[in-house]
């Protein structure tokens, strides 16, 4: 069965930091590019950072300097740490590589 977990949401302070994971099964994620989208409350889904099969990420201009995307090969899991972050990242992140989502985790950025 091919799945994405996604786990590590929470609430943070504004200036923060969190860790969000996703961990794969029945696809192997370093084959294609594996990115990891948001979708805030009344806003459309987008892409906040994505890192290729080579290795090479690339960000929004909006998380550039503060996100940093990675991927264990070992453990077929991919991460986004999230540093500094701001109240307008609230938002519900998944993971996606090709037509394969996860269900989602939530980050809450509030005082």
């Known amino acids: 069965q091919v799945q994405l977990v996604e786990s590590g949401g929470g609430l943070v302070q504004p200036g923060g930091s969190l860790r969000v994971s996703c961990a794969a099964s029945?696809?192997?994620?370093?084959?294609?590019?594996a990115n990891w989208y948001r979708q805030a409350p009344g806003k459309q889904r987008e892409l906040v950072a994505g890192i290729t099969s080579s290795g090479s990420p690339y960000y929004i201009d909006s998380v550039k300097g503060r996100f940093t995307i990675s991927r264990d090969n070992a453990k077929n899991m991919v991460f986004l740490q999230m540093n500094s972050l701001k109240p307008e990242d609230t938002a519900v992140y998944y993971c996606?590589?090709?037509?394969?989502w996860g269900q989602g985790t939530l980050v809450t950025v509030s005082s």
């Open positions: 996606n590589q090709l037509d394969v």
């Open positions: 029945g696809i192997i994620l370093s084959i294609n590019d």
